[in-house]
């Protein structure tokens, strides 16, 4: 019997799992490269990555495990905004990003043996306009320090954002839909079989 393996060690990603239906599930962190060519689109980027992160958790896993791996990321004018390294750096991002429009792009990866799944999901989000004391505030409350693009939407990130064009739920880290219907392809239905 296939187990179902989440390769993050991501609250989120474990929430939203949990959220689709998927109760009895595992988790191993790989340690995979995570390089990649500049070169790339967004949407090469985080596949190619998730699909890195893919490779390293089947050599810990069992050959019918099936397992699931994501990586998600913030780009403004395609350039990569990563985790803050301190308060200065999170106040120069959430700065740009205000008042604009950034892509969060989430590469997702199902595999099973050597039966490999990878699909992108792009979310476009725009923020409010900030001025320098919201910026600060909202560091303040420390919410930025280990979030890519220095801000998370499920929390009080919530209150910088003034619309999203896509899925949520990929802005948190997993695209529940998109995941389900891969999910599919290796015979696990969370909305019943056709």
């Given at each position: ?19 689709m ?19 790339m ?8 990555i ?8 089947a ?8 397992l ?6 913030v ?6 905004l ?7 750096e ?18 997702v ?8 799944r ?19 505030w ?6 930025p ?20 064009t ?28 056709e």
């Amino acid at each position: 019997m296939s187990k179902i393996i989440l390769c993050s060690q991501s609250p989120r990603r474990q929430e939203l799992l949990e959220r689709m239906g998927v109760q009895d599930f595992e988790i191993v962190v790989p340690h995979a490269d995570e390089s990649y060519d500049p070169a790339m689109s967004p949407q090469e980027t985080v596949c190619h990555i998730s699909r890195e992160k893919a490779r390293a958790a089947a050599e810990l896993c069992g050959a019918e495990d099936i397992l699931i791996t994501a990586d998600t990321m913030v780009f403004l004018d395609d350039k990569r905004l990563g985790k803050p390294a301190d308060e200065a750096e999170a106040f120069r991002m959430l700065s740009a990003l205000s008042g604009r429009e950034h892509l969060v792009c989430t590469g997702v990866t199902v595999r099973r043996g050597e039966m490999v799944r990878t699909e992108a999901e792009t979310t476009a989000v725009r923020f409010a306009p900030l001025t320098p004391g919201e910026i600060r505030w909202y560091i303040a409350t420390g919410e930025p320090m280990d979030k890519a693009g220095a801000y998370g939407i499920q929390g009080k990130g919530a209150l910088l954002v003034e619309g999203i064009t896509g899925d949520y739920f990929n802005v948190m880290g997993l695209p529940v839909r998109r995941l389900r219907r891969m999910l599919e392809d290796f015979g696990v239905y969370l909305l019943g079989e056709e």
